[in-house]
């Protein structure tokens, strides 16, 4: 199978996305791969599936690559006579926070026409911010964590009491988020979030709170990961995050009884199910006091969260033949032959 | 002001973005207009500006003009050494429906770097998709018609009383839209609607219900259209509203007490700032007993709505110049150094 992974991007998560990126050649040992680099400055390079590594990018030797153009059905290269295709069966979006979990990649692939796994446009967008995935699992009917909702230029006051967790509303990898212990800490933890966005939440920070990530997808059905308990630090750290997302060796499972193991299955399938189609999410959950509330979606997991899953590549295929299909609309321009001819000028 | 006018797309109101971009014509006339077709193959087609009207479509004749290629920073035509770059100051998404209103549209704008004015990607979303409209006004404390979800597989029941009215989630100019006396004429509606979209809301039908649009902007101060109560039937059937995407005359304003008017403009500001800055939009509002309830939000309303507003022109160029812009992200690869430096390999 010719799976194109395309990654970088502009975003805060530019240098993890290739660290996601590369992990993937020693996850995807079977598929023929073929790596499509988005720069900061958003041109799409082709790189070289042997030679990719991390200062590849960092050097910008990446430059001396073929430049590629995205048009109707794929990545094309000029060449002397016109241009050619990069062969892909399907296209796997490995670019986390802007332009790829925000929903741009989703609408650039799905209006090129290329087969493609990543949340959709909508999934991306009611899972990138987080304020709106606050509004998706009511409606949903999961729980959440309750939070505050502040925008950059309100009044800096909440109501929770200490201590909180602040968030940009559209950010991932923890870039912005802190811990606030005391009032006197807000206004500080408030000046970093509103670097990265003009929207924050805030949330109660729930000290040694029991965390549990469930990563899945559904083919011709569920393809559930087996649940892990993150080894927890206070919390994540973008750098620990960073390395995290060079894993590629699979977890032991968390040791917890059936009935929360189901429970957190369930509430990972109400969430997906059928926004998240055509994707591969990790779900990170919270238990308190027997509760499974949801912390959040990870839309573009870091490495998809092959270390997860038994066979992670498998699963990509299977996932690459039961991808959702946008329905065709048939344009036969009735109105206006309807409207021509009341005019007379038909 | 060179305005590159964008329409068609493969979307249910392809017709009908046709009729609101040819009566651009109409209301721009001091600018210098290009034209930028959609295709319902989604290439995208220059269209002469002399020379457009509705038949160059419907005849298939588009397709002699210049096919472009969508690249950083503009729509590009081939030319014997290259190509060549179409001069716009400003980018009019006037695509209806899905590819413009979903927010694909926002995104590839936004991604190849050109100034554009249209909702952005999350305004697009959540006013595309009903249900998400829903969230969004009950989140600002906006009061809407009172609703039920239904999915394709649901059990096809509902708690409200009749009548009511039937309309697919993600649709436009009542496509699919159905008023239901009773429980007997439910199924055939939602069937209609089923043919369009996987999910339904069904609300209330109010006979007679009081009607206002309310159209505008915020450029660097806001710029509110009249108020117009639009002619009522029992809805506006599709011809009825196609014919109405060529409007390009002021209407009269609705005769309402101060009181209602600062009501529905609130109601507008509420709805519109900050997610829709960068775009004119249309909302349409119900009066129930002196509240005022939002029904609808148009991201791209028919003929931009140019009828409500005293000078339209003005008014798009100085949105032009009020342009809301994406932060700047500096990658400066300190990541990948610093884990170079630690594996000694930097």
Redesign the interface.
Known sequence: MNITILFGG???E???S?VSAITMKKVLKKSNLTYVFVS????FYLVDTDKIN??L??SGVYKKGKKL?L??GGFYSDTLFGSKIVEADVTLNLIHG??GE???M???L????MPYISPR??AS??SY?K??TK??AE?LGVKTVPYEYL?KDDERKIEMSYPVIVKPVRLGSSIGVSIVRDASELDYALDVAFEFD?EVIVEPFIEGVKEFNQAGCYTDKWELSLIEEPQKEVFLD??KK??DFARDSQVLEAQIPDELKTKIQESFKTIYD?LFKGSIIRCDFFVVEGEVLLNEINPIPGSMANYLFADFEAMVHRLSKHLPK?PT???N????????SAKG?A
């Open positions: 502009s975003s805060y530019h240098e993890i290739i900061d400055e958003r041109e991390a200062k990018f960092s153009t048009k109707k802007r332009d925000d929903g741009k989703a609408s650039l799905a209006f090129y026409g446009l909508e967008v009611l911010n304020l709106y509004f998706l409606n925008a003009t973008f750098e960073y390395m059928p946008e609309i048939v344009i321009y009735q109105y206006i032959h309807s409207i021509q000028k």
